[in-house]
C-alpha cells in the first residue's frame, strides 16, 4: 500500500532557529513530490519535485528530493512566527491522485 | 483567494442525515478532487472527477457518492452520516488529468461537524 511519513509530527522553536522537516515514502509509479503549507483551511502550494539532487528554493524555504532513499526534506531558515503552520508532504502516484503524510506541525515563538 | 470555491463553509447535522458539499473549480480547470481530512489523520483521497467522467477513486464510503456537472463544478453527497463523517472536505481543482509545476489548488473547505 501506498504511503507517506512524516517527521516530526510536532516542532515547537524560537524565532531564527533553522528548521528540517522530513518526509519519507512508498509508493508504486512515483512521478512526483509536493510540499504544502496549511496554516488555517486551505493547504497553499510550496515546491513540487521531480528530480533527485536538485535543490528548490523559495526564500527562506528550500526542498530537496532523494529517490534514491525515497525520502524529501524542507528547510526552513531564520524561522518567523508567520511560518507556524502544518506542513504536509504529498506525492503523486499512477494517476495525479496525490497521497498526503499526516503533516508536521511547526509552532514558531517568538 | 484561490479561485477554488466550496460551500458551504461550515454544516452541522444530525446522525442518519445527508448533507451535498459544493465546489466550483477554478476557472480553467476540468479536474476536481475531494479529500476528507480528519483530526488524527492526513488529507485522504475520496475521488476525482474529470471534465465530467469519474477518474479515479480512493477511500470513498459507500454512503459518500459525488459528480460533476457539466459546467465544472462539483458535490459530493453524503448519507446516513455518523459521527466519524465529522472532518473538514477539501475540493482541489488542477487544468488537466496530470498535474502540472503547482499541483493543485485548493478551496477553503467545509467543516462537516455530525452531532
Known amino acids: 500500500e501506498d504511503k507517506v511519513v512524516q517527521s516530526p509530527l510536532s516542532l515547537v522553536v524560537h524565532e531564527g532557529d533553522t528548521v528540517t522537516l522530513n518526509c519519507s515514502y512508498e509508493v508504486t509509479n512515483f512521478r512526483s513530490l509536493l510540499w504544502y503549507k496549511q496554516e488555517k483551511k486551505a493547504p497553499t502550494f510550496l515546491f513540487m519535485l521531480t528530480s533527485s539532487g536538485i535543490e528548490k528554493k523559495s526564500g527562506r524555504l528550500s526542498s530537496i528530493l532523494d529517490k534514491k532513499e525515497l525520502f524529501s526534506i524542507l528547510n526552513i531558515t531564520a524561522t518567523q512566527t508567520g511560518d507556524s503552520a502544518v506542513y504536509l508532504c504529498a506525492v503523486e502516484a499512477v494517476t495525479d491522485k496525490l497521497i498526503f503524510g499526516t503533516g508536521t506541525r511547526l509552532q514558531v515563538f517568538p | 483567494d484561490s479561485g477554488v470555491t466550496q460551500t458551504p463553509k461550515h454544516l452541522i447535522t444530525a446522525t442518519g442525515q445527508r448533507v451535498t458539499l459544493r465546489c466550483s473549480p477554478r476557472s480553467g480547470d476540468l479536474s476536481v478532487y475531494w479529500y476528507q481530512q480528519s483530526l488524527d489523520q492526513g488529507l485522504q483521497f475520496l475521488i476525482q472527477y474529470y471534465n465530467g467522467e469519474e477518474r479515479a477513486k480512493g477511500n470513498i464510503l459507500e454512503r459518500f457518492s459525488a459528480q460533476q456537472f457539466p459546467d465544472l463544478h462539483s458535490e459530493l453527497n453524503l448519507s446516513s452520516l455518523e459521527l466519524g463523517d465529522s472532518a473538514l472536505y477539501f475540493c482541489?481543482?488542477?487544468?488537466?488529468?496530470?498535474?502540472?509545476?503547482?499541483?493543485?489548488?485548493f478551496g477553503s473547505g467545509t467543516r462537516l461537524t455530525v452531532v
Open positions: 482541489a481543482s488542477s487544468v488537466g488529468s496530470r498535474l502540472l509545476g503547482y499541483g493543485y489548488t
